[in-house]
DNA sequence: CTGAAAGCGCTAACAG
DNA sequence: CTGTTAGCGCTTTCAG
């Protein structure tokens, strides 16, 4: 339930100061004895403004409580000041905490932050078809672990709309990301360490391989792992957890209830890796010692229970996105920079050495 | 990590249909050989609209893929059809599902949806100082879990801004909570009827207790069903764990590192009753054999670990608190009314009949 | 450096 | 029932 967690005992609130109400450019101008124009400029910080002016300005948009009506500013230069967040859901862990990374940057920056989600591939296609519908609710988009295929990439690097994404890395847009592939070795290498050699993986059916495959880059820095040292990843002993924790907890029972059970479980997600564990439990299996299991993301309950994890900053993926928008946004052209985001193996006690 | 949850296998994609370009009233106006004002009475709805010239309207609007430009709109209406929803934060589970359910008919009802987070009570008092300001961004505000003193709700009330609580109830706008003293003795009454009697509580500093204080009626509600055998609650027995599941453990820590443990132990939220359950694992007990544990929410993660919990439809009451919104915004002047939610005791595998 | 004036695209009286 | 005419509040030429 948690609605509190961020209570930090705070100062004593400033007893409720009044509402005050916002005034418009023209009683500003009238108040600094200039024209309306004159204190759009002063105000926007542009050039061609005696200093006195501006001072003069500011003061009197101070003392009125002046911003600019957004309606109006928008509908005049076309910005909406306001960004938009396209996820599959919110409410799971990974989501929500993206979201909150570009949220706290958006409000830090004076940009709205609009979520929508997408959950399946059809309406992700729809959100991109109505980009134009979009672009006057929106500056930019940042989708999250949103597949999209070149056509839509260049129908979108072709509009106005500023774009971001998180997870695929598009050769237009800037973006951010983990290494995958990596996150995958060094969740098997550790594995391999201990002495595991036969690794279980839970993971997840791309949705679109050919554009944007997260399971199978980590599955593929497990077969990495497993190739140097002559070894191979069994693909029976690879299993659907869908990213959630049931569907991990029936992965892992499907797995342990093998003839020829693995010794380790890799869960491509902590979620799931929480379902491994409850199945262990459930059936007698004592972990690390009968089986090994390692996530990725570290969420809040994997110190908690001790699981072993890649950890993943996954709020700044989305700070570092939204800030990549608004710099976009605010002119200054940077390269399509591509943020390679950090995941580090965080061992605890869920891993051991194999049995014999 | 979670990025699929909802991935059902969909229909196969639309290929990508090319972005549309939107037009503009008068063009519409122009090919149905009518007036812009015409073109507007005619596509909102109003009434005085020959049906013949309606329908003319209509088809030229389809056919130059016509839509009300939103800033225009705006300026000219002051509606923005953006609601925002302001959370203390928003990745924990209970208020990212709330913020699910609030997207949802948001989406559905073409409302745009802005997420505020306001972790602290200082930052909330600036979220209704600036509310003359909020208004030009939205039509209304969802608060969840928010405490908004009198004087604050008085301000609010005053504006044009609409306003839904979810959590607090007032009598000046409509709300969604749960009777939260009757979550407390649904979990209590579990408890003595399974013969426990020395119950621990993990709860949590209310921040603000005079106006809305969540923890404190749920104690109520345990107070309350012990009181009916004659007990009562042991105030030693009482720690706070705010809301985390990190604060659930050292909770639980301390209450069964005492000389005399508490039997049963309700947490007043399930990410708290994992920490709770960690804690009773690391310390060598056996839940129920030597502690029962109940939550609150019915996380995902409770089936699967089998927590005996009191349920909340949380993501419902996002969605029913957006859906009294924008009934309201769309003129039907209803009651304030204020939807009591319902909660139930979902008994599974953590509690069981004390020892002796 | 500053002001006047023309929009941005839509809605809302007000006539007719 | 429909068209005309003002705005909504800001930005942006274009003169000066």
Redesign the pocket.
Known sequence: MNYRDAVTPTTKAPASSPIVERS???QVATAAG?????V??AL?GL????AS?RTKVERAARELNYR??PA??R???GRSHTIAIVVPLINSWYFSNVVAGAEAVCTEEGYDLLVLTAPNAELRHEVVATAAELERHTDGMIFVEVALPPRELEQLGRRRLAVATIGQQTDTFPSVHVDNVRVGSLAAQHLLDLGHRRIGVIGAQAEEPSFFDVPGQRIAGVGLALGQIGGDLEPALVVDGQFTIEGGYEAASRLLSRPDPPSAIFALSDEMAFGALAAARDMGLNVPGDVSVVGVDDHELSSVVGLTTVRQHVAEHGAVAARALVRRLRGQRTAPGHHVSTAELVVRSTTGPPKL
Chains 1, 2 share one sequence.
């Open positions: 418009t450019i023209e200039v024209s309306v124009a004159t759009s400029r926007r050039p061609n403004v005696a002016t600019a009506n109006a500013a509908l005049a230069t």
